[in-house]
Nanobody
Framework: QVQLVESGGGLVQPGGSLRLSCAASGSIFSIGDMGWYRQAPGKERELVAGITPGGRSNYADSVKGRYTISRDNAKKTVYLQMNSLKPEDTALYYC???????????????WGQGTQVTVSS
């Protein structure tokens, strides 16, 4: 069974930094694009950053210059380095991976359980 497990969330003061990690595990044939989404209370889930297997990345305008997404294909892990955090960055952050599991060999989107990021003084 395929799982995405996030870690690294927490409480941080404005201006601080956090690094999120998301590791994919289970019987996986291949992983395509990976990304991070977030959802704040009362708001819709939004794309924060995405990255292709080759390392090409894209970002939401609200986080450009502050967040950096990266991945380690050998470890099946995607990271999100978040700097200069603001209170409006507070949200539940979700990892996403478009992947092909062994067994079914049917490509699909998989999600982590979410990790809370709270930016507050």
């Amino acid at each position: 069974q395929v799982q995405l497990v996030e870690s690294g969330g927490g409480l941080v003061q404005p201006g601080g930094s956090l690094r999120l990690s998301c590791a994919a595990s289970g019987s996986i044939f291949s992983i395509g694009d990976m990304g991070w989404y977030r959802q704040a209370p009362g708001k819709e889930r939004e794309l924060v950053a995405g990255i292709t297997p080759g390392g090409r990345s894209n970002y939401a305008d609200s986080v450009k210059g502050r967040y950096t997404i990266s991945r380690d294909n050998a470890k099946k892990t995607v990271y999100l380095q978040m700097n200069s955090l603001k209170p409006e960055d507070t949200a539940l952050y979700y990892c996403n991976a478009n992947l092909v599991p062994r067994g079914t060999f049917q490509r699909g989107d998989y999600w982590g359980q979410g990790t809370q990021v709270t930016v507050s003084s």
